[in-house]
């Protein structure tokens, strides 16, 4: 991103060894040979923290999907007269688009996804305020925290007889288990997020005649954004689970839900097609919320 | 006219139970007039950053007041400009932006936000990166950009905390004379803190010069040369004579401290050279 020239310049490897036109050969003068080389070389690929072209990038990545492709389907064929138990990746594709054809897929997507965004959502919003007042008062800290750090340890599957018998069978239970199992998680760490930012940028905004409101909208939360992504990406997997643990126990529809049934009819191919889904939603959200921090937050380290 | 008047500011941190309070400033008393550029040098842990917190309101004096126009100063505001070491600026903010800052905060009028913001522009030399993020910028650019927002509202006092100390030689005397020009310009009251003596004597009409364990002052020493400063005066003898002058009273052993501990800071540590490339 460097523009102006006295930015540091992107670091560049420098080889210690005699380049090429130093050659040791017989007919050149004495002073002019290369009686050896110092320093080690290193391969490109293998040095410590050394960057890598994107291509060679790309390339390994996709090697690694492969390989673990390959073992799968190394592994199914080889099973046997089990063979049933562990489909090959082919059969667990035809699963996904039989499942896929009959409207099943797309209906439990929308209710799981339905799930997740307003519960996480929830989740998101309290976390961030809640966040931002501890990690901008001791006073908010000192009330709040204790409470937050003991009930945090309390497992929040465990609530979930609790929240059938307070909330029914129908959708409230289950945002609610996906608003109590992560909202602790969202608070502490956005906390954390608020608590890094410098005191000398709150002060400085202090000096320039803000006040305690508007350093908290136009300073802290700002500044506390690309953090506050990141601890959504992070926690969006404890949502999941939540989803799942609340669709195990009642559902007529969802991804985990879908799952159970299949186990019931020992489809295990259409279970792995599912679990690919979830694999690829974890996936596809991960690099939607990344994208959305380097957009965003184009300033941030850790944005490129 | 406006001044301000620093009078017996004592300030001691707790140290722990048991302990004495730790005292890091011991009835100190200055005063800066309007329009005057005054530094206050002193080796670290003299207090020197402590009061000039103090002044710009960050912290408060256990005893003792400051005073500016008569006013007492009980917090932070916009009278008071701050610049502090490391810039900060806010990050997501263009330049532009981190000027207005102070102008939104004290409700300017749009029009007349913009033109002050042209102006301060202008005067540090950053039209062409008005839309500029801090990130894209030098470290030179980034503090006159930390200057530029803390003139925008207008304030009676400029506080510097060691402002160019994180620069390189070279940028470090640019943003000097920078400063000067600056001051030529607005006239701005302006208070430098610095470790760096010829710093402080090439850009002040006075130099305080403070001493550790306690925080105090030990001398108020007036800077002959007038208000043209340049490279001339650096080789002016009452220039070397005055360093060596002051260089002596910050590094003579503390009557109250023991000395073992207390050791001139060098001004600079020499960047690392980078690797050899053969040849």
């Known amino acids: 991103m460097s523009i102006v020239p006295q930015d540091d310049p992107e670091p560049v490897a420098i080889e210690r060894t005699a380049p090429p036109n130093r050659q040791p050969t017989v007919s050149s003068a004495p002073s002019a040979t290369t009686t050896g ?111 937050v750090a003991l009930l945090r340890y309390i497992p929040a599957s465990a609530l979930t007889p609790l929240f059938l018998l307070w909330l029914g069978i129908d959708e409230a239970p289950k945002i609610a288990l996906i608003v109590v199992g992560t909202v602790f998680y969202n608070i502490l760490m956005v906390a954390d997020v608020a608590r890094a930012v410098p005191k000398e940028l709150v002060n400085a905004s202090y000096t320039l005649g803000a006040g305690r409101l508007t350093i908290l909208r136009r300073v802290l939360l700002p500044y506390s954004w690309p953090g506050i992504i990141d601890v959504a990406r992070v926690n969006l997997a404890a949502a999941w689970l939540m989803l799942v643990v609340a669709e195990l126990l009642a559902a007529q529809q969802g991804l985990a839900f879908r799952v ?43 944005s490129r | 006219m406006t001044g301000v008047i620093v009078e017996a500011v004592t300030k001691s941190f707790r140290a722990g139970r048991g302990v004495d309070p730790l005292v890091a400033l011991d009835g100190v008393d200055m005063h800066i007039d309007a329009g005057e550029l005054v530094s206050i040098v002193g080796v670290s842990g003299c207090g020197k950053t402590t009061l000039l917190n103090i002044v710009g309101g960050l912290e408060t004096a256990t005893a003792g007041q400051i005073r500016i126009d008569g006013d007492l100063i009980v917090g932070p505001g916009p009278d008071r400009g701050m610049v502090f070491q490391g810039y ?77 100390g994180s620069l390189d030689a070279q940028t470090k005397r640019v943003m000097q004379d920078f400063l000067l020009s600056v001051q030529a310009r607005t006239s701005a009251t302006i208070l430098l803190v610095t470790h760096d003596v010829s710093e402080a004597i090439y850009l002040s009409q006075r130099v305080y010069v403070m001493a ?50 207390e050791q001139a800071i060098p001004a600079q540590a020499a960047p690392p050279l980078p690797p050899p490339v053969p040849l």
Request: glycine residues 10%; proline residues 6%; aromatic residues 8%.
């Open chain 2, 88 to 164: 900060s600026l806010f990050p997501w903010k263009s330049v532009t932006q981190n000027i207005a800052f102070g102008l939104e905060c004290a409700r300017w009028p749009k029009a007349r936000r913009q033109g002050r913001i042209d102006e301060l522009l202008g005067v540090t030399g950053l039209t062409e990166f008005a839309g500029h993020r801090p990130d894209q910028l030098s470290g030179g650019m980034r503090q006159r950009v930390a200057i530029a927002r803390a003139l925008a509202p207008e304030p009676d006092v400029l506080l510097l905390d060691e402002p160019f």
């Open chain 1, 260 to 302: 159970v049934r299949a186990q019931r009819f020992r489809q295990v191919d259409t279970m792995f097609a599912l679990l690919i889904v979830f694999a690829a939603i974890g996936l596809v959200s991960d690099l939607a919320l990344r994208a959305l921090r380097n957009r965003t937050a184009p300033w941030s380290e850790g």
């Open chain 2, 212 to 261: 550790s364990r306690p925080g105090r002052v030990l001398e108020e020493i007036a800077v002959p040369f007038g208000s043209v400063r340049g490279p001339a005066v650096l080789r002016d003898a009452r220039f070397l004579d005055l360093r060596e002058e002051i260089e002596e009273l910050l590094h003579a052993p503390s009557p109250l401290a023991s000395s073992s501990s």
């Open chain 1, 37 to 147: 080389t110092r320093g080690r070389r290193h391969q490109a690929l293998m040095r410590l923290r050394g960057d890598i072209p994107r291509s060679v990038h790309l390339g390994l990545a996709a090697l690694g999907v492969l390989v673990l492709l390959g073992g799968w389907a190394l592994l199914a064929t080889s099973m046997g007269s089990e063979s049933f138990l562990l489909p090959t990746p082919a059969e667990a594709w035809a699963a996904g688009v039989d499942l896929y054809r009959s409207g099943d897929l797309m209906a439990d997507l929308s209710a799981s996804g339905r799930r997740i965004a307003i519960g996480y959502g929830i989740s998101i919003v309290i976390g961030v305020a809640f966040g931002v007042l501890i990690g901008s008062f001791r006073s908010a800290a000192a009330f709040v925290e204790p409470q």
